[in-house]
Structure formats: C-alpha cells, structure tokens
C-alpha cells in the first residue's frame, strides 16, 4: 500500500468519523496511528524510545501530522502519538490550558491565545512546517464559474452578504439565475481566520448563513453534494477528493491563476497562499519522545511526507531557520500575535 493510498483512507475515515459523531468543533476528535510497520514486518531500525505525544489542532495540518506520526511511530513502537482534531482555534484552547504538547495551526497564534497561554505559564516553540494555497471550488457540475476575484469572493463572503447575496448573478450578472450555496470554515478554524483576513480584509469578518464546519472533510462532501455550491479549504483536501470536486481559479489583481505545487511554492496564487504551523510546548520537549517527534516532522529527509499529503515542503533557507528554532528553544511567535497575510516567512525569521 502506498503511502498516499493510506493518507486517503484515513482522511475519508476520519470524515465518516465525524459524520457518525457529529464531530465538531465543539467535539473534535483524534486518531491514535498504527504502532506497527504497515505491512507487519519487523523493522529492524526500530529504535527503544518510549513515551507518549498529544497533539492536536488544526484539520488542515492534520493530514501532515497523521503521515509524520504514522512513520515515525513505525521507527519508534514504544512511542504513542495521538493526532486530534479541533480546529486551530480549539488547539489552542487545549495547547493553553496544558492538555497537548504540540497544537497544529493553520494560522500564526493569535493575541488572545499568547494571552491564555501566558496566564497558565506555558511557553511555546513556533515551528512552520510545510505551505499551503487555500482553494476555492465548486461542484463539477457547475460549468460557469472559472476564476473569480477577490473582490468578487469579498462579495459572497463579507458580512453585508448575509441574506442579501443569495444567488449566483449576484455575483457576475452573466451568471445563471441559481441559488448559491456556501460552504466554509468553522470560526474555530484557523482556515476561516486567514480566508476572511486575504478575502474580506478583516480576520474574522464573515456572513453567518453558510454550511460551517472545523472538519474540512464535512466541507468536501457538502459541496461535492450540491450543484449550487462553492467552498474552499486547504490545497490537501482538493488534491485528495479533486475527482469529486471542481477548482476555481483565483484572480488576486495579476490575472487568474490555480493552487499548484508550483503557484504555491513561487507565491503567484495570491492572496490564498499561507504557511503552515505546528506549536510545541516548551516544557514538553523536556520529554524525548515530544523533542524527537518535533524533529522528525522538521527533518529534511522527511520533506516527501509533506508533498505526499497535497502540501508544499519548505525551502532549504527556512528549514535551517527552523532548525535553529527548535535548536535553540525559541519561545514565541514572530508575528506577535498579527495574521500571516502578506508576510514573508523567511523575512520574518531571519530577523531573529
């Protein structure tokens, strides 16, 4: 079974999960991953570390996270590593209140959160992990919307939408007479605090009367579902259920332009392109198996697992800056507690 094979299944496993369960934000869920090798043979290398890792978070980290996990544990069978799933925004609350080590973010952690966590005396390393493009889509039934611009998307999701903008040629007037159905993040999701940031221009700022949910799976299948939908999420989930779902491109001011590989690696699908984060407690990494996770998942030999589950690996520059940080026990954030739009990340840390 390859690798991306497996990842599939546990992300459409995962959906089901949370489908049965009404896994929400609220609820969340996790994942303990396999502690053998995969095809049940005896791996030679397997080293005798022992302990336990929590982590939790971010759906759209999750995928890198169950994979990194997944191999590592195989490496590693003494060691247990549990992968939940609450959204960015529950991560945290979680990660501040001591019940993880490591919390995945979809988004820089916010003022409030440095707040909490300081309040409970927990310290943090900040360490991104991989790239990401949020798409836009849309059923495959729907043969009219291509590309759209910001400002157009602005016009669906900003709050002066709701109730108002309710049909496709409220959008572009040579749109078909349809109503439009929309499917989003969650507000615990740090995917909904970086698409209304790029999008409306205000983190948070969205209309309230669209399908929501922290479990971007949940959002594949509504928009797979219902011919008059448009959603978007991370680059992963597309790549993995494209069969089932259309890409819209996205017109940022320099033309219309998809999420690649390549478009989100040269920053030319803009505004929608982000990094990636997972954050670990200081005093977790006290703990070998927390600080040899949290290198694993930063090795560059490990760069394949990040492009295998739909994201893009860091360059060479930014995963020594990383290094240095976990090295180095860097607490903090260097965004200080601001959005990631418009930032470069290798900018930001060099300045350390």
Request: net charge negative.
């Amino acid at each position: 079974m390859s690798f991306q094979a497996s990842a599939k299944q546990k992300i459409l496993w995962t959906s089901l999960v949370a489908l049965a369960f009404g896994a929400t934000a609220c609820g969340g869920g996790a994942t303990d991953t396999a502690t053998s090798d995969t095809d049940g043979a005896t791996n030679p290398a397997a080293s005798d570390l022992t302990g336990s890792v929590l982590v939790d978070g971010s759906s759209t980290v999750f995928p890198i996270s169950e994979a990194m996990a997944e191999e590592f544990m195989a490496k590693n069978p003494g060691v247990r590593v549990t992968v939940g799933v609450s959204g960015t925004g529950g991560g945290f609350k979680k990660f501040c209140a001591g019940e993880t080590d490591i919390s995945n973010a979809s988004r820089p952690i916010k003022q409030e959160e440095i707040e909490l966590c300081k309040q409970n005396g927990i310290e943090y390393v900040e360490i991104p992990i991989a790239f990401d493009g949020l798409s836009v889509v849309v059923n495959p039934g729907n043969d009219f919307a291509q590309c759209l611009t910001v400002e157009e998307l602005k016009t669906m999701w900003e709050p002066a939408a709701q109730g108002t903008i309710t049909n496709w040629n409220q959008i572009r007037p040579d749109f078909p007479d349809q109503p439009l159905a929309l499917y989003g993040a969650g507000t615990d999701s740090g995917t909904f605090d970086y698409f209304t940031a790029a999008i409306v221009g205000e983190e948070s700022a969205s209309r309230g009367d669209y399908t929501a949910s922290e479990d971007d799976n949940v959002i594949v299948q509504g928009v797979a579902s219902d011919p008059n939908s448009l959603g978007y999420f991370g680059f992963a989930y597309y790549s993995e259920n494209q069969d089932q779902l259309k890409l819209v491109e996205v017109d940022g001011g320099n033309g219309c332009v998809a999420p690649s590989e390549e478009t989100i690696a040269d920053g030319s699908y803009q505004p929608l392109s982000r990094p990636e984060f997972f954050y670990v407690k200081a005093t977790s990494l006290d703990n070998p198996a927390v600080e040899a996770f949290a290198r694993y998942q930063i090795d560059p030999d490990n760069a394949n697992l990040v492009a295998e589950t739909g994201y893009v690996p860091l360059p060479a520059d930014i995963q020594k800056l990383t290094a240095v940080r976990l090295d180095e026990r860097r607490v903090g954030s260097v965004f200080e507690g601001g959005s990631a739009v418009g930032l470069k990340l290798s900018e930001l840390l060099s300045k350390e």
